[in-house]
Nanobody
Framework: QVQLVESGGGLVQPGGSLRLSCAAS????????MGWFRQVPGKEREFVAG????????YYADSVKGRIAISRDKARNTVYLQMNSLQPEDTAVYLC??????????????????WGQGTQVTVSS
């Protein structure tokens, strides 16, 4: 049974940092793409970062490039999202997802078939 459990969200001041974790179970990372998305009520789910197993490359949304890094620990079956220089516009529920990007872009949420429940990130002074 595939499960994705996010943690690490919270309240942080502008300019601060957070590291989100996504603990995966029921599968291994070897041929699976993993992504982080975020969602604000009333808006479409937005791609943040992803790792595409088919080409071994990580991808980032332009809005977060240089501030956010995705990484994975195969031994722990965990994906991380290190977020620095956070701004109020980064406030959202952050979700990790597992997918098959062999025929879809890693940025396409329709490539992902399993999602975590999300963790809230609030950036405010």
């Amino acid at each position: 049974q595939v499960q994705l459990v996010e943690s690490g969200g919270g309240l942080v001041q502008p300019g601060g940092s957070l590291r989100l974790s996504c603990a995966a179970s029921g599968f291994t990372f070897s041929t699976i793409s993993m992504g982080w998305f975020r969602q604000v009520p009333g808006k479409e789910r937005e791609f943040v970062a992803g790792f595409d197993w088919s080409d071994g490359i990580t991808y980032y949304a332009d809005s977060v490039k240089g501030r956010i890094a995705i990484s994975r620990d195969k031994a722990r079956n965990t994906v991380y999202l290190q977020m620095n220089s956070l701004q109020p516009e980064d406030t959202a529920v952050y979700l990790c997802a597992r997918g098959d990007t062999s025929n879809r872009s890693v940025r396409d949420q329709n490539a992902y078939n399993y999602w975590g429940q999300g963790t809230q990130v609030t950036v405010s002074s």
